[in-house]
């Protein structure tokens, strides 16, 4: 039960990672291939509140999230002076530095990582973890449905058009530059729970939990599930989080059946599995 | 009340300057925009059309100059906020939003007043939106392509698209960068009456042609650009007859 | 012990420039981002192992090495990127590093997780030049970097398929009309830049005398930020950045107060730069 309910979570926290990605990749088009950086971010701002100042869970996790909204501003700055394969290599970069940063900055806790994080509780009672897992999933629908209405509204529409042709957005009256720092404020905002959620579940993280790989493994959900879509994100990852664990067994092949996967997937299927311009998706929706 | 005085100026383009590297793309350009009035810009390949084009759009910056939009310095202004007073522009080579349909190109720029701040950023179209785009659609002839990608419109269709999409901005002033190029003959028809209309409905227009001959029938006076400066100005005919547009245009395949 | 800094800087801004150089190729011809090019240069390294267990002779490995990457970057341009040329940008990004990924969980399945030592030792000797000793592997690596830049000079700037090739990096449609093969020449790029990255692999091999699966990682990084800096695409300012990072390392490495992992020192001075000049050294 306890295994199930810790799968459960992890898809949760993957979950909100790859739509809060979905939002700077899938809608707004900026190529980011440090988004670990953000999640390491949220993770080690709530982890050292908790444990330098003594607060809870719940005054950790509106900071960490703030915080990380406040530094994917930051980050995101680049995106106006970079574009495409320059900005790909800069997020890339970012995401060494910020890795690097915590693992060689005593202040972070250097190689030892930060230990001793509280589980959430409220009042006395510690969660257990079928509540975490209860919270999580509450987190997770929240992301979706925040970023679900990012999708439908003026701000996506916005985003999409960006994506597209920037010069053709800006002539429609969009702001080319406070439209993609917005998409990078909110991408880390959410990047930013899924952080606090796994500080707080794991009670330990060093560096090495937001490595680039890692980053690379949340762009990948976007794309095997569908980029751009909501629903998208929510199967890549899925599928992501259980197949590693079904491929348990043969775990000294695992990192190579992903990694052929992912190969594959550009090769043959690069809309995704349910992507708008999907076989699948096409078939599905034409019927009903 | 305002259109009842049929010279009015609208846009004042003034000794407007720009270079890029080594080349002075535009070399102190003063154009004039009346309110109403379709104004021809012509000039051989590579004239500074579209490079004027851009710095009333706000695309580029110019280096030295101004650009008067109804009485008010533009010429500092980011394209967007140009878009937001009212001036559309076309683009010479098309660029739709490619994945897009051919109605959310629309919705994009019909939702222009919602990008400014960010209280209505977070709000979805209405209904009153979604008809306002129809109507655009229809105006150009695109209605019954709506939930189409507009990545599989033709040139022609394209063109026609990125009227729609200029429209919806509600402009004043809409700025065509060749919209006949690349079309077959039929097609030039219709674009022709779509800029008719346009000029019916109280709009003031700039289009750029390569070829005067398709200009006759549209536009009162023509300005002549070439090599970064204005080298003549009138009706299509006199421009035709000009011996300094003749040379100008010596070696391109036509004048007329 | 300064002027031994940069001449073990040389040595390994050499590398870097031979790596990154497949890369600019690359990024000329298809402007794609080829990461799994890091693959191809520890590709470099374990064949020439094999060559050598076959017939111990260096000239035999850098033959085997080379011919073998050369293959298999033409293979990979060939199955894996030409099908997705035009799917958006992020596709064939994707498949690269996946391709990548796939590779070095190949060398460890094959050859082990562990370091392997490059068969031979070299003694190398050692020359003085007044009270300075210049390390001869640290020369060895240097002139034969020097040797294939040499090469590759030659090639793009003195022949036919150079010309293509540089007519092909700045317009693929107007190289195309004016009768180019831009296929032939997208994959001879790849042969070329393959080739050089599995020189440069050996050579890392023999100088550091240690293959092991993931000796990718570093350049494959590293090399990204050379292109970056030297503009994306230009020959020159990839020797350039790649030599200047090389020393760059080299001597902050020796000075540096404090412990700072390499890469992100590379990427750090990359931030800084592209923050003042984002177009790069040289760009086009
Ligand atoms: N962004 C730019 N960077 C450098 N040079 C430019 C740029 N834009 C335009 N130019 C140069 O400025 C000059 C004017 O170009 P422009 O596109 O305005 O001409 P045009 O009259 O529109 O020509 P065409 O009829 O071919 O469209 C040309 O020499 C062009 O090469
Ligand atoms: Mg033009």
Redesign the pocket.
Known sequence: MNYYLTILIYMGINSILALSLNIIVGYAGQISLGHAAFYGVGAYTSALIATKLGVSFWVALPAAIVMTAFIGAILGLPSLRVSEDFLAITTIGINFVVQATFKYVKFFGGALGVSGIPFPSIGHHNLSLAEFALMTTIFTVLAAIITYWVSVSWIGLGLKAVREDELAASSSGVNVYKFKVLAFIIGSALAGLAGSLYAHFMMFITADDFSFPLSITILSMIVIGGIGTVRGAFLGAILLTILPELFRPLANYRMLVYAILLILFMRFLPEGLIGDESILWKKLTRKA | MEKANQKSVILEVKNVKKR??G?Q?LKGVSVTLYEGEILGLI??????????F?CIAGV?HPDEGEILFKGKHIEKLPPNRIAGLGIARTF?IVRPFKTLSVIKNVMVSLGHRNYVGYGRLFKRPKKDDYERAMELLKTVGLDGKKDEISANLSLGELRRLEVARALALNPEIILL??PYAGLRRHEEGRISEMILDLKKRGLSIII?E?RVRLLMELVERVVV?DM?KIIAEGSPEEVKRNPRVIKAYLGEEEVA | MFLQQVINGFASGGIYTLVALGLTLVYGVLKILHIAHAGIYALGAYLALIAYRIYPNIYFAFAFAMVGTAIGGYLVQKYLYWPILDKPRIVPLIASIGLFLALEELYRLIWGPYVIPFPQKFHWKSYNLGHIRLPGSDLFVFALSLFFLFILYWIVNRTKVGLAMRAVSDDKEVAEASGIDSKWIIALSFIIGSALAGAAGLMVGVYYNSIYPTMGDVPAYKSLAIIVVGGMGSIEGTVIAGFGLGLLEALLIGYLPFAFPRDALAFIAMIIFLLIKPEGLFSR
């Open positions: 890029f590297g080349i793309a000039g051989p390949n590579g004239a500074g059309k579209t490079t004027l851009n580029y010479q960068d060749e750029v390569h650009l970064g």
